[in-house]
T-cell receptor, first 116, second 120 residues
Framework: AQKITQTQPGMFVQEKEAVTLDCTYDTSDQSYGLFWYKQPSSGEMIFLIY??????QNATEGRYSLNFQKARKSANLVISASQLGDSAMYFCAMREGQYNFNKFYFGSGTKLNVKP | GAGVSQSPSNKVTEKGKDVELRCDPI?????LYWYRQSLGQGLEFLIYFQGNSAPDKSGLPSDRFSAERTGGSVSTLTIQRTQQEDSAVYLCASSLVVTGPSLLAKNIQYFGAGTRLSVL
């Protein structure tokens, strides 16, 4: 089974609107971390936001927030007030296990296009 | 520099030749990762180094691929006898492995800009 599933290969959003990028994960571990990365056309992966499995509050970083629903095993990224510069590929990732620092899994990504 | 540095940024080679890709991690980061990203795809794990421990090579696709990390810092990924299917972007990431009092340490990976390898 896929460890990370991103079901939206591509999405469009109007500038200044909010958008949600879906991510579901599969693990039987109680300890795990969830990450979102942005990859613009330049190719570099940029870390956006992190959520630990024991964190009770949803993570927020500026315009980014992570809608963490543990029972559903989902970790959707919400971008508020979209900007043209948000157009990029977005990858959801999971680190599985408390000390398994080599166990990172990435989804296939969602390409976000922000329309003016 | 402040970030992860990879060189070269682009590499074009002929089928059958060997190539070396270099990664200079963030100073002080103990963990280093190599990934491969084919066009329009997600990241494929290749290899992981952590301090002086034996590397996790479980993601290397064949014995033509090898990597080393000298002095716990710079890493080189070597692909011998390159094939056209090796064409991809090779990404390196580093992280500071922290096992502190928090229940789950973040261990965020920071990525370089990648090396785009084209095998003709």
């Amino acid at each position: 089974a896929q460890k990370i599933t991103q079901t939206q290969p591509g999405m469009f959003v109007q500038e200044k609107e909010a958008v949600t990028l879906d991510c579901t994960y599969d693990t039987s571990d109680q300890s795990y971390g969830l990450f979102w990365y942005k990859q613009p056309s330049s190719g570099e992966m940029i870390f956006l936001i992190y959520q630990g499995s024991y964190d009770e509050q949803n993570a927020t970083e500026g315009r980014y927030s992570l809608n963490f629903q543990k029972a559903r095993k989902s970790a959707n990224l919400v971008i508020s007030a979209s900007q043209l510069g948000d157009s990029a590929m977005y990858f959801c990732a999971m680190r599985e296990g408390q000390y398994n620092f080599n166990k990172f899994y990435f989804g296939s990504g969602t390409k976000l296009n922000v329309k003016p | 520099g402040a970030g992860v540095s990879q060189s070269p940024s682009n590499k074009v080679t002929e089928k059958g030749k060997d190539v070396e890709l270099r990664c200079d991690p963030i100073s002080g980061h103990t963990a280093l990762y190599w990934y491969r990203q084919s066009l329009g795809q997600g990241l494929e794990f290749l290899i992981y180094f952590q301090g002086n421990s034996a590397p996790d090579k479980s993601g290397l696709p064949s014995d033509r691929f090898s990597a080393e990390r000298t002095g716990g810092s710079v890493s080189t990924l070597t692909i011998q006898r390159t094939q056209q299917e090796d064409s991809a972007v090779y990404l390196c990431a580093s992280s500071l492995v922290v096992t502190g009092p928090s229940l789950l340490a973040k261990n965020i990976q920071y990525f370089g800009a990648g090396t785009r390898l084209s095998v003709l």
